[in-house]
């Protein structure tokens, strides 16, 4: 009994030194690198998936010259729009006007920064594609393809069947030190509804027979998306979209696949940084060259073509 209790206080001590090292915002990490966090690689060769220890690189492209580059070790792009607009504040002393990302950085989170921050935001939603469907529309248990109405003070959904979903109570939860409030609404009586099938999530007619219509809405974080969402639907937002997949991911182009730069020559952090920023400036001084001699020009969006 003796030994065996030796045994797991050891394995508790190593585990205690594993979580430390891994700390809250990463679930793995590498022996060989301990800031490296594993992540699931673009090329799999032996189709099985493979994880590899990895960083995740974030460059920030104005008029086709990186001015910013930023690792961490998130395996998603969430958590690092932040820390790169703040650090082009730490260096120029000011904030952006704009800023055009993928739906990769769109979160609550970001948008609600550029908000505060007076940064106009043309963040491509997630669901953008998604809207554009028929199905999108006709998601009758979604709270925008129902009725919204006012009455006094209180605000409620019209369902497709007509029926009143009223505000039940407000929920928050904390996730990554950010806290986000949900409006709970619900149904007084669904009985009789021929609409439950479509409306009523993982519907089953012999056990939900009683089950009553309730939705969650995060208000705030709709308001912010619905914002976005148009400033890149507008003229600007289309260019900037443009110019964006152009400029942004050919770089990314140019140094995965033309220049077969897919893995570091150094470990930890600030090692793998400063080898990239290296080569961010060589890369910078590449396309100067080309600016000089008229081999690329400022993009000013797609030029109509004409019909042979």
């Not at 910013?68 to 395996?75: C, L, P």
């Not at 929920?171 to 669904?190: H, I």
Request: aromatic fraction near 12%.
């Amino acid at each position: 009994l003796y030994e065996e209790l030796e045994e797991c206080g050891i394995r508790l001590m190593e585990y205690k030194e594993c979580f430390e090292i891994m700390g809250k915002d990463r679930n793995s990490y590498s022996k060989t690198d301990l800031e490296a966090t594993f992540m699931r690689m673009k090329e799999d060769h032996m189709m099985n998936g493979q994880l590899k220890p990895a960083y995740n690189v974030q460059i920030a492209v104005e008029n086709y010259f990186i001015v910013h580059g930023y690792v961490s070790n998130d395996r998603t792009d969430y958590n690092t729009l932040i820390p790169v607009l703040e650090k082009h504040q730490n260096a120029f002393g000011d904030m952006l006007e704009a800023v055009t990302a993928d739906s990769g950085y769109c979160s609550e989170k970001n948008l609600l920064y550029l908000k505060e921050n007076e940064i106009k935001s043309f963040v491509k939603l997630q669901d953008h594609e998604k809207r554009k469907t028929r199905a999108y529309r006709e998601e009758i248990g979604k709270y925008y393809n129902m009725t919204y109405a006012v009455f006094e003070d209180e605000h409620y959904y019209i369902c497709l069947d007509g029926r009143e979903l009223r505000h039940i109570r407000t929920e928050s939860k904390e996730q990554d030190g950010y806290t986000q409030t949900v409006e709970v609404y619900g149904c007084a009586d669904c009985s009789g509804c021929e609409h439950k099938s479509r409306c009523l999530y993982r519907y089953n007619a012999e056990k939900d027979s009683d089950r009553n219509k309730v939705m969650k809405i995060n208000e705030q974080w709709e308001e912010l998306k619905e914002e976005s969402h148009a400033n890149i639907q507008s003229e600007e937002g289309i260019m900037k979209r443009q110019t964006r997949s152009i400029q942004t991911e050919g770089h990314f182009g140019d140094i995965k696949e033309n220049e077969h730069f897919r893995r570091f020559n150094y470990r930890s952090g600030e090692k793998v940084y400063k080898e990239f920023m290296l080569y961010v400036i060589g890369r910078n001084i590449l396309k100067y060259h080309r600016f000089l001699h008229h081999e690329i020009e400022k993009y000013e969006g797609k030029k109509d073509q004409k019909a042979a």
